[in-house]
Each structure stands twice: as structure tokens, then as C-alpha cells.
């Protein structure tokens, strides 16, 4: 989030929005969440501010199901 943040500010070539959610997704949710609010990124955009933080509980059910 911090990286794509600075390049947003840079207006340089950015890391597209399916890959900050893969990212999440492959066990980085409770990391892209933080960094959402750390460096006030993706904060006003609805499927992050309802997808990243339903990633988090997503992770936290199978890492209690194993």
C-alpha cells in the first residue's frame, strides 16, 4: 500500500488494484489493511474499505480451522 501510494503521488505507474487484493487474499490481509490506514490508501473506495477488512476475517476463520 505504502509503494502504490507513493507512486500515486509521483503520478507514476501503479500496482493495479487486482494485485493489492491477491496480495491480501494469499495471507497479506491483516498487512494491506494496516497499510490502508497507515498511509491513508484505498480509504474511500468501497470494495476496500469492505473487501480487505472481510479478507481479515476470512484468514483469521481458516488459520482457526486448521
Do not use: N
Not at 474511500?44 to 476475517?57: R, S, T
Amino acid at each position: 500500500m505504502g509503494l502504490d501510494k507513493r507512486k500515486a503521488k509521483k503520478k507514476q505507474w501503479r500496482t493495479p488494484e487486482s494485485t493489492l487484493f491477491l496480495s491480501a487474499a494469499a495471507g497479506g490481509a491483516v498487512g494491506a489493511w494496516i497499510g490502508m490506514y497507515t498511509f491513508h490508501h484505498k480509504t474511500h473506495k468501497k470494495k476496500f474499505v469492505f473487501g480487505i477488512p472481510l479478507l481479515v476475517v476470512i484468514t483469521i476463520c481458516l488459520l482457526f480451522a486448521v
